[in-house]
């Protein structure tokens, strides 16, 4: 079956760049997602790629993908501390459901 | 901004008690999902349901589980002689399109 792997933990000095990395397995995923979830809160969507892209960016946040060795990853600019947070990558074959990742935990440090 | 609304927060049940989670999709979406996120664990999916019907069920939506859209606007999930391991966040989630919004989920703990 489809799956999702990132790793579990990354640490960062404020101002510096975030890089959360992603693999997935299923080479027909058409959408893949960054979500973000704060303690006690729910999954707030970040942002997403089509498949047929290789990179997005938006504002702070760059979305890389590399189809090829279904790479993909996100890179958050001038990390905050308000950046702390579990990211989520997720991928779907469109309006179907959602495979995620176990998340990575981002701490953001003064 | 529209947003996916769920209720209760927190709910606190004993094992073997029935509880009913309750969810407002965004008004003109069509497809609704409830995943679950047991504590520590990634976020796995239960459920779709469009057009009035269970559109996609993972292994884990058994017969202990059940989905309803009761009127025009709410979604809800039954879960029937909950079981300690059924504690986690349930989130529910809606889309029009490609992106999927989710509520703020449900702590369901099973004592």
């Known amino acids: 079956g489809e799956d999702v792997e990132q790793s579990l933990f990354l640490s960062v000095r404020e101002g510096d760049s975030s890089v959360i990395n992603c693999t997935y397995t299923?080479?027909?995923?058409?959408?893949l997602y960054w979500y973000k979830q704060e303690p006690g809160a729910g999954l707030q969507l970040l942002t997403y790629?089509?498949?047929?892209?290789d990179m997005k960016q938006d504002q702070r946040l760059t979305v890389l993908l590399n189809k090829k060795d279904k790479h993909l990853s996100l890179r958050i600019a001038d990390t905050q501390t308000g950046d702390s947070a579990i990211y989520f990558c997720?991928?779907?074959?469109?309006?179907?459901?959602?495979?995620f990742g176990k998340g990575t935990m981002l701490l953001v440090s003064p | 901004e529209p947003e996916v609304t769920q209720t209760p927060s927190h709910q606190v049940t004993q094992m073997g008690q029935e509880v009913i989670l309750r969810c407002v999709p965004i008004?003109?979406?069509?497809?609704f999902y409830w995943y679950r996120q047991i504590l520590g664990q990634k976020v796995e999916f239960l459920v779709s349901f469009y057009n009035n019907e269970i559109s996609e069920k993972s292994e884990i939506f058994d017969d202990q589980f059940s989905v309803e859209r009761p009127d025009g606007s709410n979604f809800t999930l039954k879960i029937r002689s909950t079981k300690l391991e059924d504690s986690a966040m349930y989130f529910c989630?809606?889309?029009?399109?490609?992106?999927?919004?989710f509520g703020q989920g449900t702590r369901l703990t099973v004592v």
């Open positions: 997720a991928e779907s074959t469109g309006y179907s459901t959602l495979t």
């Open positions: 008004s003109n979406h069509l497809y």
């Open positions: 299923d080479s027909s995923s058409t959408y």
């Open positions: 989630a809606s889309n029009e399109n490609t992106e999927a919004f």
């Open positions: 790629i089509f498949s047929n892209m």
